[in-house]
């Protein structure tokens, strides 16, 4: 005689603690993967940008006869330095001068060149306004890499600051153009 017995397994639909682990587990390496990827992808971005080197310092000027008539001017003057494999097309030095922003382009010494090759270096001059007192915040380096991407940077800390950053820190600067309707 045959007998048939019917066997019932139960399964927990929830999986059990080694399969829950195990996906844990998955999830995790997969977001340590990725994190390892784009921090991987922003240091090669930035390799290039970190070659080029910027140093500023602040100098003064005095002109007049007597002690009367001296005046004073102060500047900032910027140094750059491109240490990198490929040239920097362009590099300034900005500022806010109380009522507008103002740029001095940064030019390779003994040349007009405005192209920093590797090794070049330049300067860059940019006059303090005497009425109100020195803001450091108010300046910002601004260059482009090889690739044409354009990083900014604060002077005298080499600090890079996003584009978000850098309309947040100079929103009291010049309003933008608005367009006006042709008919």
Same mark, same amino acid.
């Given at each position: 005689?045959?007998?048939?017995?019917?066997?019932?397994?139960?399964?927990?639909?929830?999986?059990?603690?080694?399969?829950?682990?195990?996906?844990?587990?998955?999830? +995790?390496?997969? &977001?340590?993967?990725? $994190?390892?990827?784009?921090? =991987?992808?922003?240091?090669?971005? #930035? %390799?290039? !940008?970190?070659?080029?080197?910027?140093?500023?310092?602040?100098?003064?000027?005095?002109?007049?006869?007597?002690?009367?008539?001296?005046?004073?001017?102060?500047?900032?003057?910027?140094?750059?330095?491109?240490?990198? +494999?490929?040239? &920097?097309?362009?590099? $300034?030095?900005?500022?806010? =001068?109380?009522?507008?922003?103002? #740029? %001095?382009? !940064?030019?390779?010494?003994?040349?007009?060149?405005?192209?920093?090759?590797?090794?070049?270096?330049?300067?860059?001059?940019?006059?303090?306004?005497?009425?109100?007192?020195?803001?450091?915040?108010?300046?910002?380096?601004?260059?482009?890499?090889?690739?044409?991407?354009?990083?900014?940077?604060?002077?005298?800390?080499?600090?890079?600051?996003?584009?978000?950053?850098?309309?947040?820190?100079?929103?009291?600067?010049?309003?933008?153009?608005?367009?006006?309707?042709?008919?």
């Amino acid at each position: 005689m045959l007998h048939l017995q019917t066997i019932y397994v139960i399964t927990d639909p929830w999986g059990s603690i080694a399969e829950w682990v195990a996906g844990i587990g998955t999830v +995790g390496t997969l &977001i340590v993967t990725l $994190a390892i990827v784009l921090g =991987d992808r922003r240091k090669q971005t #930035r %390799s290039e !940008a970190d070659s080029f080197t910027t140093w500023s310092e602040l100098s003064q000027s005095r002109s007049g006869r007597s002690r009367e008539e001296m005046t004073t001017k102060w500047y900032v003057n910027t140094t750059f330095y491109n240490a990198g +494999g490929r040239p &920097i097309p362009y590099a $300034a030095l900005s500022w806010w =001068d109380g009522d507008r922003w103002n #740029r %001095s382009m !940064a030019t390779v010494n003994m040349t007009s060149s405005y192209v920093f090759a590797t090794g070049d270096s330049g300067s860059a001059q940019s006059p303090m306004n005497p009425r109100k007192p020195l803001d450091w915040n108010e300046f910002f380096i601004t260059f482009r890499d090889g690739s044409n991407r354009t990083w900014y940077r604060t002077p005298f800390d080499n600090a890079y600051i996003s584009p978000r950053k850098v309309k947040r820190l100079f929103k009291h600067g010049p309003k933008p153009i608005k367009k006006v309707k042709q008919r």
